[in-house]
T-cell receptor, first 115, second 115 residues
Framework: AQSVAQPEDQVNVAEGNPLTVKCTYSVSGNPYLFWYVQYPNRGLQFLLKYITGDNLVKGSYGFEAEFNKSQTSFHLKKPSALVSDSALYFCAVRDINFGNEKLTFGTGTRLTIIP | ETGVTQTPRHLVMGMTNKKSLKCEQH?????MYWYKQSAKKPLELMFV???????ENNSVPSRFSPECPNSSHLFLHLHTLQPEDSALYLCASSQDLGQDNQPQHFGDGTRLSIL
């Protein structure tokens, strides 16, 4: 079975400060990991993914995420937050060793950037 | 613009009504998905279609009936819904089910309210 945990429902960060949105995962084999963002009244929008290779993955809008196998984590980061980054963020995982088509999502973290 | 269009954006219906949600993708993808998004819960995968064949049905009640007439269109037919079915229904597509490392592309969803 595969699962994702986003331990924080809400994260508040001052504009210009670095931000981190946490994600941990559980899979039986090796993971494919994804981050999505959802703005109000919109669907989910792909930000970045980890498949293999470098543990630090860079994505859209200046976001990056670090894959840590020993801690089974894939935290989303950005060096300097913008007010426009305020949105709902979802982490997702797929276990590549089981050939399943299912992408398992976390419950989401609402990020609010304070001007 | 994500390339996945959902209509209507909002739908209010009574418990005895019959309605349909429509999804159309302009990306040339072969796989399409229906998800249910409820507050404070992970995204729930409802149905998966690959090349117009249903490949997954996650124990969804029969009052939800999907239809995929071609690889560009996906419908969700609704009949005798319950108040707990009120949610945001998201459609997504991906290139192929076999390409596990490819992200899914989401529409903006249909906000469904059951009276």
């Amino acid at each position: 079975a595969q699962s994702v945990a986003q331990p924080e429902d809400q994260v508040n960060v001052a504009e210009g400060n670095p931000l981190t949105v946490k994600c941990t995962y559980s899979v039986s084999g090796n993971p494919y990991l994804f981050w999505y963002v959802q703005y109000p009244n919109r669907g989910l929008q792909f930000l970045l993914k980890y498949i293999t290779g470098d543990n630090l993955v860079k994505g859209s809008y200046g976001f990056e995420a670090e894959f840590n196998k020993s801690q089974t984590s894939f935290h989303l980061k950005k060096p300097s937050a913008l007010v426009s980054d305020s949105a709902l963020y979802f982490c997702a995982v797929r276990d590549i060793n089981f050939g399943n088509e299912k992408l398992t999502f976390g419950t989401g973290t609402r990020l609010t950037i304070i001007p | 613009e994500t390339g996945v269009t959902q209509t209507p954006r909002h739908l209010v219906m009574g418990m005895t009504n019959k309605k349909s949600l429509k999804c159309e993708q302009h990306l040339g993808h072969n796989a399409m998905y229906w998800y249910k998004q409820s507050a404070k819960k992970p995204l729930e995968l409802m149905f998966v279609y690959s090349l117009e064949e249903r490949v997954e049905n996650n124990s969804v009640p029969s009052r939800f009936s999907p239809e995929c007439p071609n690889s560009s269109h996906l419908f969700l037919h609704l009949h005798t819904l319950q108040p707990e079915d009120s949610a945001l229904y998201l459609c997504a597509s991906s290139q192929d089910l076999g390409q596990d490392n490819q992200p899914q592309h989401f529409g903006d969803g249909t906000r469904l309210s059951i009276l």
